[in-house]
């Protein structure tokens, strides 16, 4: 039973790490001017899309973006069209993607780097920041991606693995 949620589970901690602990570790909060923005959720949705099927990686795009909506933003739908519509995109689970997982973590990157344009994009279409590009690419982007990079590029074995048992028990009918 607890298996059967255990990614919901999974991606409920990390989206409550990254609105509580990680802030209080944030390096900005020690007087630095880059913003690290964990996108780690969000990595683990187009992961788990890769190697569990699209409908899995946009049904919890649509969740998972709910809930930033409600808690993070200013902006209801924003994060939840954003993360469904791009779980739904990127999440390519073909065995090319599943078999190399350089291409699956250059992909799960590509979905960050898109959805935090769209989240800048979108923000700066409807004047709720006056962020000029510059700052926000080299102060907030830049940080952020090469921060998210090295945490999935760390977890993406694991995470393989991780899914790849999943499967093996689904198979075996122990979910």
Not at 97 to 113: D, E, G, H, K, S
Not at 141 to 159: D, H, I, Q, R
């Amino acid at each position: 039973m607890m298996r059967k949620y255990s990614l919901f589970l999974v991606l409920f901690v990390l989206f409550i790490i990254e609105g509580t602990v990680f802030q209080i570790f944030a390096p900005d909060q020690f007087g630095s001017d880059l913003l690290f923005i964990p996108r780690w959720s969000f990595m683990l949705i187009i992961f788990a899309g890769i190697f569990r099927g699209r409908g899995t990686g946009t049904l919890y795009g649509v969740i998972f973006g709910v809930m930033f909506d409600v808690i993070y933003s200013s902006l209801l739908g924003i994060y939840t069209f954003a993360m469904g519509l791009l779980a739904y995109l990127l999440s390519i689970s073909i065995p090319f993607f599943q078999r190399n997982l350089p291409a699956a973590v250059f992909l799960t990157i590509t979905a960050v780097i898109l959805l935090e344009y769209f989240l800048y994009g979108m923000m700066l279409l409807l004047g709720m920041t006056a962020i000029p590009h510059h700052e926000f690419l080299y102060s907030r982007f830049l940080p952020s991606l090469a921060m998210n990079f090295f945490v999935l590029a760390a977890a993406a074995y694991p995470l393989r693995k991780w899914f790849e048992f999943i499967k093996r028990n689904e198979d075996d009918g122990l979910f």
